[in-house]
C-alpha cells in the first residue's frame, strides 16, 4: 500500500478538484502577462515571466525566502530554460492569483484518508472528506511557502514558463527573419543565425513574441542542462552579508511608529483590569490597543510609542490583572499522563495495516516494547514575529515576513471589515519560518493596531518572551512501540500506537476558517513517519489516537517526522541491539524491497567509516528516514564533555531527486542539523498553571557556533523528480545521536530532549 494508495480525502469526483487540477500538465497553470506587474518597457509572455527592453528575465516569484534558498533554485529553472545567466534573472512578488498556488503544499497538509479504510470508517467521514476538498478545489491558488514543497511544485510550470516564453521568442525571430526555426540559435539571451549573421537579444524580440503563438514547446532534455545541477551562488547572498537585504523587522517608513505586544501569561487567558496611566505618560508612548485573541491566540494588548524600546517599557509599566482561561489551567505534565492513558485506552485512527502483528506477537519467542516520549517545542525564530500595517480610509497595507502572503490579506481584511483586495502584502525576507509564519496572528494584530493609528505606518513586534510564551507549539506525543523477533534475531512484525494532537484540522481552522470541516478528519502528519517506514516487516500495524489537549499547536520543520523518526530509528537500535546484530546490518536485511533507502544508508555508513576506529571516547549513531520524497541518512560521532553529549561530526546522505543546486543542499543539510541538534538535546516548552516556563534563549537555548558539528553532505545521483530539502534532514538527527549515546552509555535515552 505506501504512499501510493493513500488518497487526498477520497479519489472520487470531488477529490478530482484538488488532485486533478494539481496534475494537469504544466501549461494550464502558465496563465496570461496581465497577471504580472507592469513596468516601463516590459514585456510580459505568460503569467511567470517578462523581458525587459535590456533582454533580463523577470521570474514572479510565489514563494517566500526563508533561508531555504527558493529566491535562487527557481530562477535557476528559468535561467536553464530560457538560456540566459543566472544574473539575468531578477524576480517579483507574484500576485495572488491561483496559477500560483502550491498545490503540494496543500495536498500535504490535508487531512486524508487511505481507501482500503472507507468502508470501515464510515460513510460520514468520507462525505466529511469530499466536502473539505470540494470546498478547498473552489478556493483554490493559496500561495504559501512550507513543506518542502517550494521546488516540487515549481518544478514543471516554472521550467514550462520559460520554454514556453522562448518558444516565442525563437518564433518571433523566425518570422522577423523569414529564416527557418530549427536554423535558430539562442545562448545567452541571443537568438542567431549562423549562416546570415543575424542575430538579437530577447529585448529586441520580447513585444513581437508576444504575440507570436509558441508552438510546439519542449523541455530541455537532461543532457543539455548546463545550471541545474551546479553549486551556483545564491542570489541573496550579497544583500545577507552587507546588510541590504530587508527583513520584516528592518521595514522603516516615514512617519513610522513601534507597538510592542503583551499578552496574558496564562495559555488561552485574557486581561481583566487594566490600568494604562503609568504607561501613558511614559517618553514617547503615544496609545495602548487591546488585543482580543485572534485565531485563537491569547488575548492582550500592544503599547503604540516612537521607538520599540520606549514601547517595551511601557507595556511592562501597564498595570494589569489577568485571568486565566474559563476551562482552567492548561499543565505539560497533566497532557503527558493523559496521553499515556490515550496510548493504553483509546482506539486509534489505523494509518497502515498489513499481516497481524498481534498474533505474530503473540506466538513470537521474543518481544520488545518500549514507551517514548516528545515534548511540546517552540520555533525561536531568530528574528521575533512582527509585522508593519499602515490603514488609510478602506485601504490597508502590511508588511510581513510571512510564509502565507494570501492569508495575511485575508486575516486583516477580517480585521479591518474591508474586501481582500483592498489589502495589499509586501512580502520581505524572513528571518527563519520553519512554520511559525504559516500563521496570521501577529498580521491580524498589527491591523487591529494600525487602524487605532490612522493613515500612520505601525510595525508591530513580540518581544522575544512573548514569541516563546505565546507560540503554535509542535504537540507532545507519546508513543509505545513493540515489535516480534524469531529465534535468529530477524524482526518479524512491528506495532507502533501514538498519541497527541492533530495539527491540520487546528491550522485549516485558523488559517483558512471558510475551509474548516465539521468534524477532524485523521491528519497524515500525526503519524507520518510511522505509517510510511521502508522496512519489510511482515506484519505491521500503525496507528495513532488524535486528542485535543488545547495547547495552541502548528506545523514545525519536519512537523510529525521530526518526533516519529526519533521514535521508529531509536527503536530499530533497541531492536538490533535485542537481536546481537550490528545496527547498519540490521537495517540492511529489512531494505531488500526498498533499493533507494539502502543506497542512501551504505553511502552514508561508508562515507562516515562505520565500522571503523573512531576517536578515543566517541561512538557512531546511525538513523535512516525518508520525509517530504527525499531518504536521508546520518552517521553522528559523539562523545561526552563532563557528561554532557557533544556531537563532533555529522555525516549526511541524501537522495532528493534531481538536484538543482547541490550547494543549497548542503547547506539545507547544515542548517537542519544544527536546528535539528538544538531540539535534540535541549528543546521543550513546560507549562505550568497556564504558564509556559521558558522565556528568553537561557531557558531555551539553540546550539552556538562553537557547538555545532562539522557536517559533511553526500547527494545520491538520482533521476527521480524532485523533493523537498529544507526539512528532509531535520528528522534522523536525533535518533542517531540517541543511538550514538546508547553505545557510549549503555542507557537507552526514550524521550527528548536528550539533555531532560
Known amino acids: 500500500m505506501k504512499r501510493r494508495t493513500w488518497l487526498l480525502g477520497t479519489a472520487a469526483a470531488t477529490g478530482a478538484l484538488v488532485v486533478g487540477w494539481g496534475l494537469l500538465p504544466a501549461r494550464s497553470r502558465l496563465g496570461s502577462g496581465a497577471l504580472m506587474l507592469p513596468g516601463e518597457g516590459d514585456i510580459a509572455l505568460n503569467g511567470w515571466i517578462k523581458i525587459t527592453p535590456d533582454g533580463a528575465v523577470v521570474l514572479a516569484m510565489p514563494r517566500s525566502e526563508m533561508g531555504q534558498g527558493v529566491h535562487t533554485a527557481l530562477p535557476m529553472l528559468a535561467a536553464e530554460e530560457l538560456d540566459v545567466p543566472l544574473a539575468s534573472v531578477r524576480i517579483e512578488q507574484a500576485s495572488a492569483d491561483a496559477i500560483y498556488g502550491n498545490v503540494a503544499l496543500l495536498q500535504a497538509a490535508l487531512p486524508f484518508h487511505p481507501l482500503e479504510q472507507e468502508s470501515a470508517d464510515g460513510f460520514g467521514r468520507v462525505r466529511a472528506g469530499r466536502w473539505l476538498v470540494g470546498k478547498l478545489g473552489r478556493e483554490l491558488g493559496i500561495n504559501a511557502t512550507g513543506g518542502s514543497t517550494s521546488v516540487v511544485d515549481a518544478w514543471e510550470v516554472v521550467r514550462a514558463a520559460a520554454a514556453t516564453a522562448r518558444a516565442s521568442l525563437l518564433g518571433a525571430a523566425s518570422l522577423q527573419w523569414r529564416l527557418p526555426l530549427e536554423e535558430l540559435r539562442v545562448k545567452h539571451g541571443v537568438v542567431s543565425h549562423a549562416a546570415s549573421g543575424r542575430s538579437a537579444g530577447y529585448g529586441e524580440l520580447a513585444r513581437f513574441a508576444a504575440a507570436t503563438p509558441p508552438g510546439e514547446v519542449r523541455l530541455k532534455d537532461p543532457k543539455e542542462w548546463t545550471l541545474i545541477g551546479t553549486p551556483a551562488p545564491r542570489l541573496d547572498l550579497a544583500g545577507k552579508v552587507d546588510g541590504s537585504a530587508r527583513f520584516g523587522i528592518d521595514v522603516r517608513l516615514p512617519g513610522m511608529k513601534f507597538a510592542v505586544v503583551r499578552m496574558c501569561p496564562m495559555i488561552g487567558g485574557s486581561p481583566g483590569r487594566v490600568d494604562t496611566a503609568r504607561a501613558l505618560a511614559m517618553q514617547g508612548v503615544e496609545r495602548v490597543v487591546m488585543l482580543p485573541g485572534y485565531a485563537s491566540q491569547t488575548a492582550g494588548f500592544a503599547v503604540v510609542a516612537d521607538?520599540?524600546?520606549?514601547?517595551?517599557?511601557?507595556?511592562?509599566?501597564?498595570?494589569?490583572?489577568?485571568?486565566?482561561?474559563?476551562?482552567?489551567?492548561?499543565?505539560?505534565?497533566?497532557?503527558?499522563?493523559?496521553?499515556?492513558?490515550?496510548?493504553?485506552?483509546?482506539?486509534?485512527?489505523?494509518?497502515?495495516?498489513?499481516?497481524?502483528?498481534t498474533a505474530a506477537q503473540r506466538n513470537a519467542p521474543r518481544t520488545v516494547e518500549a514507551w517514548y516520549r516528545a515534548p511540546f517545542v517552540a520555533h525561536a525564530t531568530l528574528e521575533p514575529m512582527n509585522c508593519t500595517a499602515r490603514v488609510i480610509g478602506r485601504k490597508v497595507e502590511l508588511w510581513a515576513p510571512t510564509q502565507v502572503p494570501q492569508m495575511c490579506r485575508d486575516a486583516a481584511a477580517r480585521v479591518a471589515g474591508v474586501r481582500r483586495d483592498d489589502v495589499t502584502v509586501h512580502v520581505t525576507y524572513l528571518g527563519g519560518g520553519f512554520g511559525r509564519r504559516l500563521e496570521v496572528d501577529y498580521a491580524a494584530q498589527a491591523t487591529r493596531v494600525a487602524m487605532d493609528c490612522e493613515g500612520v505606518a505601525v510595525q508591530l513586534i513580540w518581544p522575544r518572551e512573548e514569541d516563546t510564551t505565546h507560540d503554535y507549539y509542535r504537540p507532545m506525543h507519546v508513543a509505545r512501540l513493540s515489535a516480534?523477533?524469531?529465534?535468529?534475531?530477524?524482526?518479524?512484525?512491528?506495532?507502533?500506537?501514538s498519541a497527541g494532537d492533530s495539527i491540520s484540522p487546528r491550522w485549516i481552522a485558523r488559517a483558512m476558517p471558510q475551509l474548516a470541516g465539521p468534524i477532524d478528519l485523521p491528519d497524515k502528519t500525526d503519524s507520518e513517519g510511522l505509517f510510511d517506514l521502508p522496512y519489510g516487516f511482515a506484519h505491521q500495524r500503525i496507528e495513532h489516537v488524535a486528542t485535543r489537549m488545547d495547547v495552541p499547536v502548528g506545523f514545525w520543520r519536519s512537523v510529525g517526522h521530526s518526533h516519529n523518526a526519533f521514535f521508529s530509528e531509536s527503536f530499530m537500535d533497541e531492536l538490533a541491539a535485542e537481536a546481537r546484530q550490528n545496527p547498519l546490518e540490521f537495517r540492511r536485511a529489512l531494505l531488500s524491497q526498498a533499493p533507494r533507502h539502502l543506497a542512501v544508508l551504505e553511502l552514508a555508513a561508508e562515507k562516515s567509516g562505520w565500522g571503523t576506529k573512531v576517536h578515543p571516547g566517541r561512538a557512531q549513531g546511525i538513523a535512516l528516514h525518508e520525509s517530504f520524497d527525499s531518504i536521508v541518512a546520518q552517521v553522528a560521532e559523539v562523545s561526552l564533555e563532563a557528561g554532557r553529549p557533544r556531537v563532533h561530526r555529522v555525516v549526511c546522505a541524501i537522495d532528493c531527486g534531481v538536484v538543482v543546486n547541490p550547494g543549497i543542499v548542503s547547506q539545507q543539510m547544515e542548517g537542519a542539523v544544527v536546528w535539528a541538534l538544538s531540539a535534540a538535546l535541549h528543546s521543550r516548552i513546560d507549562i505550568h498553571d497556564g504558564v509556559v516556563q521558558q522565556g528568553n534563549f537561557p531557558q531555551y537555548p539553540v546550539i552556538g557556533m562553537s557547538q555545532a558539528p562539522h557536517v559533511e553532505t553526500w547527494i545520491v545521483p538520482s533521476r527521480h523528480d524532485p523533493g523537498g530539502v529544507g526539512e528532509a534532514g531535520v528528522a534522523p538527527l536525533a535518533p542517531a545521536v540517541a543511538n550514538a549515546l546508547f553505545v557510549l552509555t549503555g542507557e537507552r535515552r526514550r524521550s527528548l530532549p536528550l539533555l531532560a
Open 307 to 357: 521607538g520599540y524600546w520606549h514601547a517595551k517599557q511601557a507595556a511592562q509599566a501597564v498595570d494589569v490583572e489577568w485571568r486565566q482561561r474559563a476551562a482552567g489551567a492548561l499543565d505539560s505534565r497533566r497532557i503527558e499522563r493523559a496521553l499515556e492513558e490515550a496510548v493504553r485506552r483509546e482506539d486509534g485512527f489505523v494509518f497502515y495495516e498489513t499481516g497481524d502483528a
Open 484 to 497: 516480534a523477533l524469531d529465534d535468529k534475531g530477524r524482526a518479524q512484525s512491528l506495532r507502533i500506537k
